[in-house]
């Protein structure tokens, strides 16, 4: 085994197979998947020396500009959060970076919101903010607000395509050389581009599914969920309880909680009524 003759040291760990422990490098193989977690100062030559060219057969990290010149280039990425969530809620985000922006963001670990835990989702958010020679713009739709779109749109893609071109301009405004944006495969691109304005009709849109692989997306999908969970936070200290983040039967529970003290029109300015959740008071 490699890392026992690399003289690492072993021991039991609880839903692990193994962790062993080296020079400045822990090393845990969980059960489930399973998965592989590298900690330390050693982590990114372990990787490219050991773990990729030895166990893989592969050699990604850094070579990132090789396999994905398109990713380096400038453009917009462009995500939300909160569209899975009964309460709160729903955020659009976008970014835009160019070669320089993005490989500091790549470096610093930016990648899908949805493998990060929310409490460094904070830290990376400021992290990007501050990146030099990045853009940025977010738009957040409180409950309220996204329940009469929602009544007037009727369609959750409808609502994506308006919130995701309202970026795009605000993006495009503060970057008009910016030729191409690109965002998750939500609907017909023809919907997206329908609604946007004059700033963003000329700009090469571009849709497809694990659009978060792409470092710009995955900046923007980090500010989104950044956005969304400061407005839970905010909640749970207003409403003197934790308000639950997705649609699971501890959301429902709440929102009875809810209910029972405020009154169902309490819904309106905590939820999105459209989900069946909503559906047993209203």
Not at 33 to 43: A, D, E, W
Not at 93 to 106: I, K, N, V
Not at 115 to 132: F, G, V
Request: with cysteine; aromatic share 8%.
């Amino acid at each position: 085994m490699i890392l026992e003759q690399s003289g690492f040291i072993f021991k039991k760990k609880d839903h692990a197979l193994f962790a062993a422990t080296g020079t400045n490098l822990h090393v845990t193989v969980y059960e489930k998947g399973p998965k592989v977690l590298i900690q330390g100062k050693n982590t990114e030559e372990f990787v490219r020396f050991t773990l990729e060219p030895e166990v893989l057969g592969t050699a990604e990290l850094g070579y990132e500009e090789e396999r994905n010149p398109e990713m380096f280039e400038p453009h917009f990425g462009i995500d939300e959060s909160g569209k899975g969530d009964f309460f709160g809620p729903l955020v659009v985000a976008g970014a835009y970076t160019d070669r320089d922006s993005a490989r500091t963001l790549l470096d610093a670990g930016v990648m899908d919101s949805k493998k990060i835990a929310d409490p460094k989702i904070k830290k990376l958010a400021s992290l990007i903010r501050k990146t030099p020679g990045l853009d940025h713009e977010v738009i957040m739709i409180g409950p309220e607000k996204y329940n009469e779109l929602y009544k007037k749109i009727g369609n959750l893609n409808k609502l994506l395509a308006w919130g995701h071109a309202a970026v795009i301009e605000k993006l495009c405004a503060k970057r008009p050389d910016c030729q191409r944006a690109l965002s998750d495969q939500f609907a017909n691109p023809s919907r997206l581009r329908s609604a946007l304005g004059k700033n963003g009709r000329e700009i090469q849109l571009q849709q497809r599914t694990k659009a978060e692989s792409d470092i710009t997306v995955a900046a923007a999908s980090i500010l989104a969920r950044d956005k969304f969970v400061w407005w839970i936070e905010q909640a749970s200290v207003k409403y003197g309880l934790t308000v639950p983040k997705g649609a699971s039967s501890t959301v429902r529970e709440t929102a009875g909680k809810l209910v029972e003290k405020h009154g169902k029109d309490i819904l309106f300015d905590i939820a999105k009524t459209h989900f069946r959740t909503a559906s047993e008071w209203l």
